[in-house]
Structures are given as C-alpha cells and as structure tokens.
C-alpha cells in the first residue's frame, strides 16, 4: 500500500516512488518529508510514506500535499 519510500542510505535520505523509481536524494529527513509532501500535490490527498531510518528500523507516516501558494 506505500507508493512512496523513504530509506537513509550512506548520510543521505532517499525518497522512491513504487512506480517512478528514485525520486530524489535529501540531506535530512525533514527535506525528504518535504519532497514527498510536493509529490502528494499530483493527487492532491495525503501519502502514507514508509521510512526506514539509518538503523534499519522501518516507520511510516502520513504526508499531507504542500499547500499552493
């Protein structure tokens, strides 16, 4: 059911997307997060997005679309 992956791999947060494939490398959870909350504004409706930390530990959480400005 996650259509958007985020893995800490190497100092660096990947963001994939099941279909897409590699959507982009962040330095920080946070701007990962971000990235996929701009994704989520195709369908315009919150993500859930699975994130594995740099311990292996998976989580998941939800990202709403970034608002328009």
């Given at each position: 059911?996650?259509?958007?992956?985020?893995?800490?791999?190497?100092?660096?947060?990947?963001?994939?997307?099941?279909?897409?494939?590699?959507?982009?490398?962040?330095?920080?959870?946070?701007?990962?997060?971000?990235?996929?909350?701009?994704?989520?504004?195709?369908?315009?409706?919150?993500?859930?997005?699975?994130?594995?930390?740099?311990s292996g530990?998976?989580?998941?959480?939800v990202?709403?679309?970034?608002?328009?400005?």
């Amino acid at each position: 059911m996650f259509d958007l992956t985020i893995v800490a791999v190497g100092g660096l947060w990947l963001l994939e997307d099941d279909r897409e494939g590699k959507l982009g490398a962040y330095a920080s959870r946070a701007e990962a997060l971000a990235a996929a909350g701009d994704f989520a504004r195709v369908d315009d409706e919150p993500r859930i997005v699975l994130v594995q930390d740099q311990s292996g530990e998976w989580d998941e959480t939800v990202v709403e679309p970034t608002a328009y400005h």
